[in-house]
């Protein structure tokens, strides 16, 4: 079957970094996304992945291995707004989503 | 520029009440359009999604039911809520076509409660 993996929860300080891990099995690969959900809120798209390597944008990047099935993305000099959760998703062969849980990221002064 | 509107944002229905939700995409021809629900703490669960008028395509059989009677328009329905169908429900769209690079846009969300 067809999994993406992240961790449910996380902890970090204003002004640190944070790295959000995502581990994908999923039948082929058309590239990996990543969406930041504040609470009660839709979906925003952050960052997209289909070619190995780090992309930069702004505070955020994402980072991806399509040998390993492995992204991350790394969040610098956190700011209270960026808690929220953050959604890794897989587009695989048929060009259908698969969907992880997401991750809550809970930013401390 | 695209915009994309769902309505209503929040519903109380009793269980065996009907359900109508509705999205509309503004700026855009021929969108791929969607309709996902998320349950807390799971991932994103697509219902069902379209490529063009009249085209539903369902992934989750259920009691409910999609339909796209104009180009940038579309409805999620149900004749008799379940208790189960609580959840958020989320429109999205994305350009047409086929592409790896198709960026999804959701709306603002519904939040229903079946009571």
């Known amino acids: 079957g067809q999994n993406i993996d992240q961790p449910t929860e996380m902890t970090a300080t204003e002004g640190a970094i944070v790295q959000i891990n995502c581990t994908y099995q999923?039948?082929?690969?058309?590239?990996l996304f990543w969406y930041q959900q504040h609470a009660g809120e839709a979906p925003t798209f952050l960052s997209y992945?289909?070619l190995d390597g780090l992309e930069e944008k702004g505070r955020f990047s994402s980072f991806l291995s399509r040998s390993k099935g492995y992204s991350y993305l790394l969040l610098k000099e956190l700011q209270m707004k960026d808690s929220a959760s953050y959604l890794c998703?897989?587009?695989?062969?048929?060009?259908?989503?698969?969907w992880g849980a997401g991750t809550k990221l809970i930013i401390k002064p | 520029s695209q915009t994309i509107h769902q309505w209503p944002a929040t519903l109380v229905q009793p269980v065996g009440s009907p359900l109508s939700l509705e999205c509309t995409v503004e700026?855009?021809?021929?969108?791929?359009l969607y309709w996902y629900r998320q349950a807390a703490g799971r991932g994103l669960q697509l219902l069902f999604y379209?490529?063009?008028?009249?085209?539903i395509s369902s992934e989750v059989p259920q009691n409910l039911s999609a339909s796209r009677p104009q180009d940038r328009q579309f409805i999620l329905s149900s004749k008799k809520l379940l208790l189960s169908d609580s959840g958020f429900y989320l429109c999205?769209?994305?350009?047409?076509?086929?592409?790896?690079?198709?960026?999804?846009?959701f709306g603002a969300g519904s939040r229903l409660t079946v009571l």
């Open positions: 999205a769209w994305s350009e047409t076509g086929t592409s790896g690079a198709n960026v999804l846009t």
């Open positions: 700026g855009t021809s021929n969108p791929n």
């Open positions: 379209s490529v063009g008028i009249g085209q």
């Open positions: 999923t039948s082929g690969f058309n590239g």
């Open positions: 992945n289909v």
């Open positions: 998703a897989v587009m695989d062969s048929n060009y259908q989503l698969i």
